[in-house]
C-alpha cells in the first residue's frame, strides 16, 4: 500500500484518486491528502527522521509524493534561534525564531511548498507550472523551474516590492504582471487553469503544495528536542500555512513521535487586510471578504481560501489571533533586527507585532515556550523600512574627520 491513500473533501468526506484536482465535485469543499497513517507508522520513528537528508525531505514519509525529491531537494530544515535579547526585551524566558528567511533558494518559507509541489507535478506528468502569487510563491515557482527545467507562468499583482519582481525575471519565466489586487489575480488564473493543462501549485496541485507547510512543523518540534511548544505565532495570507502547522503538530503525535500537542497556534495578519483576525476576534467563525491596503504585501489576501480552517485551528488549539497598524510592522522589523540580527520581510513584522500584542495582552506568559515563525527576507521588501532605517554616517577619507565625527581623543573612546 502507498503512503497516500486518496484525496478527501474536507467537508463532506467524498474520496478522489491523487490527481491533480483541488475542488470536491459533489459539494465544492476544497480537497487535501489522505494518508495511510498505520502504515506510516509502522515506517517512522525520531532515529529515522535524524539520520534522514539535511533537508525538510528527513519527512518525505509525510510528504504527498511517491518519490524522490526531483524538486527543491535542499529546501526548509532552517534555524531555530533561540532569541534570548527578544525574549528578554519582550518579558519571556524561552523565545525561538524559526528562521525561514534563510530558506532555500529563494528566502521565504515558499521554497518548502513548492518543493512539494513540483515533485509531485513532475510525478504527475506536468511541463508547465504556474501560480498566482503576493510575491515570494513566483519567485519560488519560477526558482524551482529554472533548476528543474520546467516552463512556468508566474501571475503576480501589479504593485509588488521591486526585489520580488526582479526576483521573477532573473529565472526568465513568463512573468505576467495584472493590473489588479492578488484577489483579481487568483480568480483570473482559476479561470486560465481551466483551459490550459498546467499544473498550477495554488490551484489544482494546491491540496499536495498545501502539506509542504507541515514540514515548519515537524521541523521545529524537532529542533525543540521532540517536544511540542505552547504557543506558535504564524503570519497569514491564505491562512494554509497555519493550517498546517497544527495538523503537522497532531500528525506527530498520531504517529507517536511526541506524546501531547499543548501547543496553542496565534495567528497573525496586518490591520490592512485581516480579514480572518477580524472574525476571531468577534467571535465569527466565517470571514469576510476585504480590499487589502498594507505593506505587508506577502499577505495581502482579501479572500482567504483557507481562511475558515484557520479559524478552525486556532479555536480547536486555544490559541488567538490579532492585527497590528503598518507603523507596528516596521517598528516589529526593527525590533528582530536590533536584538536578534535576522533581517525579516513585512511579514515577519507582523508577526512579531502580533507577538508583542499577544503578550502584552496576557494571552502568552513569561514562562510559556514559544516559537515565532520568520517566513521571508527583508532584502525583498526594502520598500518597507527605507525611510525607517536613518542614514550611514558620511566623513571625509581622514582620520581627522572619522575622530571629529565620532567625538574620540587620539587614543579612541566613545561612540558618536
Ligand atoms: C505566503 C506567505 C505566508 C503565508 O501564507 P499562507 O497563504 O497563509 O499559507 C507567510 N509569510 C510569507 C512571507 C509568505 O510569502
Not at 531555530?80 to 528562521?99: P, Q, T, W
Not at 536613518?390 to 565625527?405: A, D, E, K
Amino acid at each position: 500500500m502507498a503512503k497516500m491513500k486518496s484525496l478527501v473533501c474536507r467537508e463532506c468526506g467524498k474520496e478522489y484518486p491523487t490527481k491533480a484536482i483541488h475542488v470536491c465535485e459533489m459539494c465544492f469543499g476544497p480537497l487535501e491528502v489522505k494518508y495511510n497513517y498505520e502504515e506510516i507508522k509502522a515506517n517512522i520513528s525520531r532515529k529515522k527522521i535524524e539520520e534522514g537528508p539535511r533537508s525538510m525531505w528527513r519527512y518525505a514519509d509525510l510528504l504527498p509524493v511517491e518519490g524522490q525529491a526531483t524538486v527543491g531537494p535542499h529546501a526548509g530544515l532552517t534555524p531555530m534561534v533561540r532569541a534570548k535579547n527578544l525574549g528578554a526585551y519582550l518579558g519571556l524566558d524561552e523565545l525561538y525564531i524559526k528562521n525561514d528567511t534563510v530558506n532555500h533558494p529563494t528566502l521565504s518559507f515558499k521554497d518548502r511548498v513548492v518543493a512539494v509541489a513540483l515533485t509531485r507535478a513532475r510525478e504527475l506528468g506536468y511541463e508547465t507550472v504556474a501560480c498566482a502569487s503576493t510575491g515570494n510563491l513566483a519567485n519560488s515557482v519560477a526558482a524551482h523551474a529554472a533548476a528543474a527545467g520546467m516552463r512556468s507562468y508566474v501571475f503576480i499583482p501589479a504593485d509588488l516590492e521591486a526585489a520580488k519582481v526582479l526576483g521573477n525575471l532573473i529565472y526568465k519565466p513568463n512573468v505576467v504582471e495584472v493590473e489588479g489586487n492578488y484577489d483579481d489575480v487568483n480568480r483570473l488564473c482559476s479561470e486560465i487553469a481551466g483551459e490550459h493543462q498546467w499544473a498550477f501549485v495554488n490551484i489544482n496541485i494546491r491540496p499536495y503544495y498545501a502539506e509542504g507547510s507541515k514540514t515548519l512543523a515537524f521541523e521545529m518540534v524537532e529542533q525543540l528536542g521532540w517536544r511540542a511548544p505552547d504557543h506558535v505565532v504564524a503570519p497569514m495570507a491564505s491562512g494554509s500555512l497555519l493550517t498546517k502547522i497544527w495538523k503537522g503538530l497532531n500528525e506527530m503525535k498520531k504517529l507517536g513521535l511526541i506524546n501531547a500537542v499543548p501547543t496553542k497556534v496565534n495567528g497573525a495578519q496586518a490591520e490592512g487586510c485581516s480579514p480572518i483576525a477580524t472574525a476571531y476576534k468577534q467571535g465569527r467563525d466565517f470571514f469576510k471578504p476585504v480590499k487589502p491596503k498594507t505593506i505587508a504585501k506577502s499577505l495581502a489576501i482579501g479572500n482567504p481560501a483557507d481562511g475558515y480552517y484557520a479559524l478552525k485551528a486556532t479555536g480547536e488549539s486555544g490559541g488567538a489571533m490579532d492585527a497590528v497598524s503598518d507603523d507596528d510592522v516596521v517598528e516589529g522589523i526593527k525590533l528582530l533586527a536590533q536584538t536578534e540580527g535576522i533581517f525579516a520581510e513585512t511579514a515577519g513584522g507582523v508577526t512579531i507585532g502580533v507577538l508583542q500584542k499577544l503578550v502584552k495582552q496576557g494571552a502568552i506568559k513569561r514562562q510559556d515556550v514559544t516559537v515565532a515563525y520568520i517566513t521571508g527576507h527583508g532584502l525583498k521588501t526594502q520598500e518597507a523600512v527605507i525611510d525607517a532605517v536613518g542614514r550611514p554616517t558620511r566623513i571625509q577619507p581622514s582620520l581627522v574627520s572619522f575622530q571629529n565625527t565620532f567625538k574620540m581623543g587620539k587614543n579612541g573612546g566613545g561612540d558618536a
